[in-house]
């Protein structure tokens, strides 16, 4: 299995930054791609940024230009750097990983999620 820890959230007023982490650990052999996801209260989860291990980077409208993906594959671990944060982009933050280990193939693993708040 892959274990996702994420880590970063908080509370931030608009306009501020915020870098979300996630580490991915377990028995990995491959991780295809990173990303984050977000669920707002009422809402569905969506994409908010992907990364493949070859750097490809892949952003919902909303962030382009505001957010950055990052990616260490040595540290098997994926960043999001938010800036110019809006209320709007409250919500709760998932990591997903789709990675295979020596058990498994290529699946979805998903993080627990962390909480940032945006205030007004």
């Known amino acids: 299995q892959v274990q996702l820890v994420e880590s970063g959230g908080g509370l931030v007023q608009a306009g501020g930054s915020l870098r979300l982490s996630c580490a991915a650990s377990g028995n990995i052999v491959q991780i295809r791609a990173m990303g984050w996801y977000r669920q707002a209260p009422g809402k569905q989860r969506e994409l908010v940024a992907t990364i493949t291990g070859a750097g490809y980077r892949n952003y919902a409208d909303s962030v382009k230009g505001r957010f950055t993906i990052s990616r260490d594959n040595a540290k098997n671990t994926v960043y999001l750097q938010m800036n110019g944060l809006k209320p709007e982009d409250t919500a709760v933050y998932f990591c997903?990983?789709?990675?295979?280990?020596?058990?498994?193939?290529?699946?979805?693993?998903w993080g627990e999620g962390t909480l940032v708040t945006v205030s007004s």
């Open positions: 997903k990983a789709v990675a295979a280990t020596s058990y498994s193939a290529l699946r979805d693993y």
